[in-house]
Nanobody, 120 residues
Framework: QVQLVESGGGLVQAGGSLRLSCKAS????????MAWYRQAPGKQRELLAG???????NYADSVKGRFTISRDNAKNTAYLQMNSLKPEDTAVYFC??????????????WGQGTQVTVSS
């Protein structure tokens, strides 16, 4: 019933920028927190940024000052603006959201992931 779909990943040179989008679809009563994670080969999944329903944000030290999480509640969409990208940012980026749907329980949903590759 509920689906999260990430988009906006791709190949970019070091120092460049990308904006990732995460759109929730289906029967959605509300979305609480949303977050972005990433996982590189051989590494643990890493929480990058979170945003509450009220717009409060937090960031991992590794991306603080470079990445910005935002959301558009009318569109059921979260964004991750990524600037000053580094090769070590290369990973699969996942969207996560806490969503209330037809079962009347807040559940954790994950997107399929979008690949971000930073060259040089």
């Amino acid at each position: 019933q509920v689906q999260l779909v990430e988009s906006g990943g791709g190949l970019v040179q070091a120092g460049g920028s990308l904006r990732l989008s995460c759109k929730a679809s289906g029967i959605i009563f509300s979305i609480n927190a949303m977050a972005w994670y990433r996982q590189a080969p051989g590494k643990q999944r890493e929480l990058l940024a979170g945003i509450t329903s009220g717009g409060s944000t937090n960031y991992a030290d590794s991306v603080k000052g470079r990445f910005t999480i935002s959301r558009d509640n009318a569109k059921n969409t979260a964004y991750l603006q990524m600037n000053s990208l580094k090769p070590e940012d290369t990973a699969v980026y996942f969207c996560n959201a806490d969503i209330l749907s037809t079962d009347y329980r807040q559940k954790d949903y994950w997107g399929q992931g979008t690949q971000v590759t930073v060259s040089s």
